[in-house]
Nanobody
Framework: QVQLIESGGGLVQAGGSLRLSCAASGRAFSRGAMGWFRQAPGKEREFVAA????????VYADSVKGRFTISRDNTKNTMYLQMNSLKPDDTAVYYC?????????????????WGQGTQVTVSS
């Protein structure tokens, strides 16, 4: 079993920054690709960013490119999402997820394990 626990969400003004963390346990963290997704009220869960297993390539949604940065620290079994220049449209519950394959994917259905989510609210 893999357990993922997000933290770091909160309330921030537009233009501000937050860093989300996702602590993983249960298997070798570095093997699988990991991703961040978000879900706003009344909307479907959407892809935000992903990183390939073992380090290496990353990919971002167009809406966050240049503002968000995904990173991982395999020594701490933790993944991060640094969010800068936040906008009210970034308000959502943010979820981290991992998959058994090391290849990154952007589809929700491609991920095997999910955290419980952390709320991010950006005020205007």
């Amino acid at each position: 079993q893999v357990q993922l626990i997000e933290s770091g969400g909160g309330l921030v003004q537009a233009g501000g920054s937050l860093r989300l963390s996702c602590a993983a346990s249960g298997r070798a963290f570095s093997r699988g690709a990991m991703g961040w997704f978000r879900q706003a009220p009344g909307k479907e869960r959407e892809f935000v960013a992903a990183a390939a297993g073992g380090g290496g390539s990353t990919v971002y949604a167009d809406s966050v490119k240049g503002r968000f940065t995904i990173s991982r620290d395999n020594t701490k079994n933790t993944m991060y999402l640094q969010m800068n220049s936040l906008k009210p449209d970034d308000t959502a519950v943010y979820y981290c997820a991992t998959r058994q394959s090391l290849f990154l994917r952007i589809e929700v259905a491609s991920y095997d394990y999910w955290g419980q989510g952390t709320q991010v609210t950006v005020s205007s």
